[in-house]
């Protein structure tokens, strides 16, 4: 089966985030250090996250060019050409991304910047990039750990395989995945400034430190700064159930093996913690079908995919997020008005006569939030929006066409609203 998950949920199985400080000068550390400080450290890990190592785990360290075609095998292997090119074309419709910005090589710059470090669960390894800071490395190598670790007791490829057909689904198992790792870590950091290992000044220079790094990650668009930051940081409040002072009791082991079980199944269910971990508010599987009859000769489906309420935000007056701000850390500022009422969606991409034709179905958990989204809509003037009861499309592109599909797809939506009312 092949991989289907859109920029956010392939992003964030890739690289690790690292705050990478200045080296200082010093020498990078030989390899019988590295197995050493890793052999330390992941009794740390072992001891934080509440399970035991299965076996232990290889590091070695790796250049820029490697690290860039590993990462552009993984993102292939996860969006296939085909994908790539739906997404592309999807995105573009509804304003994502600017005209001229090319997915695949955006995200591969994204990731040559940012990264200090990735786990690749086929071969049970941890790499840490070659000019990667002395001083960032045992933050890195404690993440790197956790993911090792998970996917000796979870298996992370095979459920982002089992999942490969719902990219809100994937994107939301990502956050489990990144969460853990940065659960992990920054319960790690507490102890280290308790135990006076490290003090605030390290932490702030850190900090610091990231900040300077990331000029293309404050340059690019906002899809891809939510997609790769949005698994770290809210995947971390998620596993604290919404409660970020949670922190200081550690790491709770159980919810967080929960996840993984049990993945949450949608980016909803992320940002609003309490509606995986008190009430349940399953997603509506909206299908919309083969729409290619009403658009007209010739129209033939190309693709498909789902925004979820995380990318949802972005076409209802959301925006980019400041990593810095302290506003990143609440679940809520990554949401707005007119998302929060999501309940599922669609899109569909078709080729047309008149040219390509993106197809946006939703569904709202009622009639007024349908009204809301539709009043907060933020997207170019060739998309149409339709609503029917809890039900909006837009229709992007030829837009003379939308009246002609909305009917349909409008109808089939409102059938899977009741579907799951039901």
């Known amino acids: 089966m092949k991989l289907r998950r859109h920029p956010l949920a392939t992003i964030a199985v890739l690289a690790t985030l690292a705050f990478a400080p200045p080296a200082a000068g010093r020498e990078a550390a030989s390899q019988d250090q590295m197995d050493a400080l890793v052999a330390r450290l992941s009794k740390d890990v072992e001891r934080l996250r509440g399970r035991a190592f299965l076996r232990p785990v290889a590091v070695r360290r790796i250049g820029d060019a ?3 075609e590993h990462f552009r095998t993984r993102l292939l292997e996860a969006l296939p050409e085909e994908k790539l090119a739906t997404d592309n074309l999807a995105l573009h419709a509804l304003g994502l991304l600017p005209a001229d910005a090319d997915l695949l090589q955006t995200m591969l710059d994204l990731l040559e910047e940012q990264a200090a470090g990735f786990y690749d669960p086929k071969r049970d390894t941890f790499f840490l990039m070659e000019d990667a ?7 890195v190598i404690v993440h790197e750990l956790t993911h090792a670790l998970d996917d000796q007791h979870f298996g992370l490829d095979a459920m982002v395989a089992k999942l490969a057909h719902d990219d809100d689904a994937s994107a939301a198992y990502a956050a489990v995945v990144e ?3 940065s659960l992990v870590m920054s319960a790690w950091l507490v102890e280290e400034l308790k135990a006076g290992r490290m003090n605030p000044g390290d932490m702030a220079q850190m900090v610091n430190a990231e900040a300077a790094r990331g000029a293309r990650l404050r340059a690019a668009p906002a899809v891809l700064q939510r997609s790769l930051m949005g698994p770290y940081v809210l995947g971390q409040a998620f596993l604290l159930r919404g409660d970020l002072m949670a922190l200081v009791r550690g790491v709770a082991a159980a919810d967080v093996d929960a996840s993984f079980q049990s993945p949450p199944r949608s980016t909803e269910q992320v940002i609003h913690a309490e509606k995986y971990w008190k009430q349940a508010e399953e997603p509506v599987a909206l299908q919309l079908g083969d729409l290619a009859a009403p658009l007209g000769p010739g129209a033939r489906k190309v693709g498909d995919g ?15 997020i400041d990593p810095q701000s302290p506003a990143a850390l609440d679940p809520k500022r990554w949401t707005t008005k007119g998302a929060r009422g999501w309940a599922g969606d669609q899109y569909q991409v078709y080729e047309t006569t008149d040219g390509p034709v ?17 009043r907060e809509l933020m997207v170019p003037r060739t998309c149409a929006p339709f609503r029917s009861g809890p039900a909006v499309l837009l229709a992007c592109g030829a837009t003379a066409r939308g009246a002609n599909v909305a009917p349909l797809a409008l109808s089939r939506a409102r059938e899977a609203a009741a579907a799951r009312a039901r």
């Open 179 to 181: 969460g853990s790792g």
């Open 66 to 68: 490697e690290a860039r």
């Open 358 to 374: 993106t197809l946006l179905g939703t569904v709202w958990d009622s009639e007024e939030e349908a009204a809301e989204f539709t």
């Open 133 to 139: 800071p002395e001083t960032s490395l045992p933050a």
């Open 306 to 320: 789902r925004l979820g309420e995380l990318l949802m935000a972005l076409v209802t007056k959301g925006g980019a």
